[in-house]
T-cell receptor, first 115, second 112 residues
Framework: SQTIHQWPATLVQPVGSPLSLECTVEGTSNPNLYWYRQAAGRGLQLLFYSVGIGQISSEVPQNLSASRPQDRQFILSSKKLLLSDSGFYLC??????????????FGNGTRLTVT | AQSVAQPEDQVNVAEGNPLTVKCTYSVSGNPYLFWYVQYPNRGLQFLLKYITGDNLVKGSYGFEAEFNKSQTSFHLKKPSALVSDSALYFCAFTGGGNKLTFGTGTQLKVEL
């Protein structure tokens, strides 16, 4: 069966420090991969998605970046964190487009606090 | 801009009573609509989807949703609520591509 791993579960980082959040998927090949941010426990904002290795689509201009160095690995990074980067970061995968009987499967998230 | 709206921040219902969580959409062309649920400090879980076909869609945990084109709505329903249904519910849509856009969420609280 397919599983998604996201770590760390919680992270406290000072302003101006770098960030690296990692997400890996097991049990499937060539998944679509997504990074969402959830602020204040409510709305989800799509940050990046990827349909293949090295293919990254950015949805919102910000000081975050994403990379997909391997088929089932998706990394969210920042060179210098801002206070506004605090939030709950969720990684997700789907077998293909959500319209093709392929829902998104989410990891358990990383709660990032920038101090 | 295309979007989905969840007009209620919170819905309270007594256990055993029917529940409805509302969602309306503003999507050009054929909308692809979804419901997800989130428990505290966890990722979202897929409940059900409408792509095409029957307007009444059945999903996980006894939930169902009705696609209503004339009212541009896709309300989530359950005939008899359980305390364990208490969670944050999200309506979502895609215009046919790889992006899934979520509504703002509705907190459901089921009380004894």
């Amino acid at each position: 069966s397919q599983t998604i791993h996201q770590w760390p579960a919680t992270l406290v980082q000072p302003v101006g420090s770098p960030l690296s959040l990692e997400c890996t998927v097991e049990g499937t090949s060539n998944p679509n991969l997504y990074w969402y941010r959830q602020a204040a426990g409510r709305g989800l904002q799509l940050l990046f998605y990827s349909v293949g290795i090295g293919q990254i689509s950015s949805e919102v201009p910000q000081n975050l970046s994403a990379s997909r160095p391997q088929d089932r690995q998706f990394i969210l990074s920042s060179k210098k964190l801002l206070l506004s980067d605090s939030g709950f970061y969720l990684c997700a995968w789907s077998a293909s487009s959500p319209t093709r009987n392929s829902p998104l499967h989410f990891g358990n998230g990383t709660r990032l606090t920038v101090t | 801009a295309q979007s989905v709206a969840q007009p209620e921040d919170q819905v309270n219902v007594a256990e055993g009573n029917p529940l409805t969580v509302k969602c309306t959409y503003s999507v050009s062309g054929n909308p692809y609509l979804f419901w997800y649920v989130q428990y505290p400090n966890r990722g979202l879980q897929f409940l059900l989807k409408y792509i095409t076909g029957d307007n009444l869609v059945k999903g996980s945990y006894g939930f169902e949703a009705e696609f209503n084109k004339s009212q541009t709505s896709f309300h989530l329903k359950k005939p008899s609520a359980l305390v364990s249904d208490s969670a944050l519910y999200f309506c979502a849509f895609t215009g046919g591509g790889n992006k899934l856009t979520f509504g703002t969420g509705t907190q459901l609280k089921v009380e004894l």
